[in-house]
């Protein structure tokens, strides 16, 4: 399985598509194996769920995300977790345990991501 996690740095960004980099981990059997990061390629509507979903992304977690993204990974069948925060590893374990389990909230003015931080 493979999970992304919106982050800044090492933390779980609060909006998804303003993120500076996803922090990609490799899991097998509830375990965590390779980790890498990439930097954010850039913020346009729609790019990001299909960029992830071409990378073989299966969960996606992130503090917060806009409607239209939701929908592109529900379309792709990858599984959104928002409502996330701290660090992104521990996020991750804690969504391998079935202890992070998603809000469901979702920004509705996304392009205003310091008001997102709420969730």
Known sequence: MRIAVACMGELVAQHFG?????CIFESENGKIGDVKSIANPGHKPGFLPNFLGDMGVNVIISGGM?????????????EVIVGASGDAKKAVEAYLKGDLVSTGSICHEHEHAHECGEH
């Open 18 to 22: 303003h993120c500076e980099n996803f």
């Open 66 to 78: 806009g409607g239209g993204a939701v929908e592109i990974f529900n379309e792709r069948d990858i």
